[in-house]
T-cell receptor, first 109, second 115 residues
Framework: DAKTTQPPSMDCAEGRAANLPCNHSTISGNEYVYWYRQIHSQGPQYIIHGLKNNETNEMASLIITEDRKSSTLILPHATLRDTAVYYCIVSSNTGKLIFGQGTTLQVKP | SAVISQKPSRDICQRGTSLTIQCQVDSQVTMMFWYRQQPGQSLTLIATANQGSEATYESGFVIDKFPISRPNLTFSTLTVSNMSPEDSSIYLC????????????FGEGSWLTVV
């Protein structure tokens, strides 16, 4: 499975959009981009995933570049409860997820 | 979606003992996996729990230390054998409903502290 690169930490003001970048330049054609987040002491929470088209759900939007080498997770109106570690993972159809260190997002009042 | 229950949620164990963690899903799933998260670290995949056959272990993990069972499509167990303080971690179960980019869900984890 391809590896990803994320900034170790980011800050965001409450109520503003949080844009979390992820590089996955070695992604293969059959690999999906997954985003999870983990709030302290809880299991990882699924946010969104996509193959090549942009995706949106009730939690977030996923923007994947045309060459699929990078993506951005957008939380449109960040709240204090969105403070967490966000993991960007690329994975094929094995179901296995290889976690990196993620981005620690701190939402500030 | 899938609802995943793990037991125990938390335990304190004596050095040298073994503990079995259970993972129960509310619907049949294709794949089940076990992860470990050591304090302050990210998640590390231990193994894929295969129904009716031996689990497939990732590099650095062996069956003698982490025996896994998966008797059916909704249940799996992970045993942490002969525990040492280094085994103090969160152990997490994850499931995939299907292949091909399907959503993968995680349980809330089992916090083990070895003293």
């Amino acid at each position: 499975d391809a590896k990803t690169t994320q900034p170790p930490s980011m800050d965001c003001a409450e109520g503003r959009a949080a844009n979390l970048p992820c590089n996955h330049s070695t992604i293969s054609g059959n690999e999906y981009v997954y985003w999870y987040r983990q709030i302290h002491s809880q299991g990882p929470q699924y946010i969104i995933h996509g193959l090549k088209n942009n995706e949106t759900n009730e939690m977030a939007s996923l923007i994947i570049t045309e060459d699929r080498k990078s993506s951005t997770l957008i939380l449109p109106h960040a709240t204090l409860r969105d403070t967490a570690v966000y993991y960007c993972i690329v994975s094929s159809n094995t179901g296995k997820l290889i976690f990196g260190q993620g981005t620690t997002l701190q939402v500030k009042p | 979606s899938a609802v995943i229950s793990q037991k125990p949620s938390r335990d304190i164990c004596q050095r040298g003992t073994s503990l079995t963690i259970q993972c129960q899903v509310d619907s049949q799933v294709t794949m089940m996996f076990w992860y470990r998260q050591q304090p302050g670290q990210s998640l590390t995949l231990i193994a894929t729990a295969n129904q009716g056959s031996e689990a497939t272990y990732e590099s650095g993990f062996v069956i003698d230390k982490f025996p896994i069972s998966r008797p059916n499509l909704t249940f799996s167990t992970l045993t942490v054998s002969n525990m040492s303080p280094e085994d103090s971690s969160i152990y997490l179960c994850s499931v995939s409903m299907d292949l091909g980019g399907n959503t993968i869900y995680f349980g809330e984890g089992s916090w083990l502290t070895v003293v």
